[in-house]
């Protein structure tokens, strides 16, 4: 049985040049490795370098193919500019972005501070912003530009202890929608992925701490939590050629997750 990878020709991704930020770990770093394997060159963004320069050595080890490695925080427009002038210079383009840098713990919103929900906005809504404003005129440069912004399904419903990244989210999604209609004429497609709960990940370590995995578990049809490797899948099958038509989607990747009823009180993370 192939792996969801394996079903993509070596060369489906060949000529592309992605920034991906968030790509030092998690999702993202799966997608920047999938990116990779598939024939594209990748910049990897995150704050901190070290783990840049980790991961960027396994991707290499893995693919062959060398990732740039470039520490800024999303926050920060003119940080975010210079990652993605770094990769022009490096790479000679950009054609592709991929937001999936992200901010998110649990917490009651009666208990949160003001800072605390702003903090995520910033990270997850503004970030995405910051990131897709910057890169606007490299996209649209190459005649082929592809934006792909990590959401979530937290905002569908509603979601206890996760007011912050639900509104980020949501917003991100709006930004998705758009972009896709004020930039499609500029030869730019925008599409979202709203990933349900992957296992092996900084956030579920984060939201589904103790007795709560196995309780998520027991509300996805799919009755297990996903894989990296299918959140990538769905972005490498976004990036190519075979997705030329689609922007302004969002793919949920999530096991039927979110149109499963979740019971009153309960988390649906
Ligand atoms: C309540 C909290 C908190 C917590 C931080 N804050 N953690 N409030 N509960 N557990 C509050 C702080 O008290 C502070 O407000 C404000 O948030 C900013 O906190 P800082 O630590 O100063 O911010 P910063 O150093 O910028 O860190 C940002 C962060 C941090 C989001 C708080 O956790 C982080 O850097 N996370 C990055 C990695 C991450 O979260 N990965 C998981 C993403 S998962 P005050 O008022 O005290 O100043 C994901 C999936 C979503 O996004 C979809 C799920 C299905």
Redesign the pocket.
């Known amino acids: 049985m192939p792996g969801p990878l394996d079903v993509f020709r070596p060369d489906a991704l060949a000529g592309h040049v992605a920034l991906v930020t968030?790509g030092g770990?998690?999702i993202c770093r799966g997608i920047a490795a999938a990116y990779a394997r598939f024939g594209a060159d990748v910049c990897i963004v995150s704050?901190k370098q070290d783990v840049l320069d980790a991961t960027a050595k396994e991707i290499a080890a893995a693919t062959g193919r060398t990732p740039l490695g470039f520490a800024a925080d999303v926050?920060d427009p003119d940080a975010i500019g210079k990652a993605i002038a770094a990769t022009r210079t490096h790479f000679g383009k950009l054609d592709t972005i991929v937001n999936g840098a992200?901010?998110?713990?649990?917490?009651p919103a009666a208990?949160?501070?003001?800072?605390?929900?702003?903090?995520?906005i910033?990270?997850?809504l503004n970030g995405t912003f910051n990131t897709c404003r910057g890169a606007f005129e490299a996209l649209q440069q190459s005649g082929n530009g592809f934006i792909l912004n990590i959401?979530?399904?937290?905002h569908y419903h509603g979601t206890p202890l996760?007011i912050h990244?639900s509104a980020a989210?949501a917003g991100v999604d709006a930004v998705t929608k758009n972009l896709a209609v004020e930039w499609g004429r500029f030869g730019i497609r925008v599409c979202g992925i709203a990933?349900?709960?992957?296992g092996d990940?900084?956030?579920?370590r984060?939201?589904a701490p103790g007795d709560l995995g196995p309780k998520i578990t027991a509300q996805i049809p799919a009755g297990r939590f996903g894989a990296v490797d299918e959140i990538a899948a769905a972005a490498v099958y976004l990036r190519s050629a075979a997705a030329a038509y689609v922007t302004g989607h969002i793919l949920v990747v999530d096991g039927g997750h979110c149109v499963a009823t979740p019971p009153l009180g309960g988390s649906s993370?």
């Open positions: 968030g770990t998690g704050r926050r992200a901010g998110n713990f649990l917490s208990a949160l501070s003001p800072n605390g929900f702003r903090t995520v910033d990270i997850d959401s979530a399904t937290l996760q990244a989210k990933p349900g709960p992957i990940t900084e956030g579920m984060r939201l993370l």
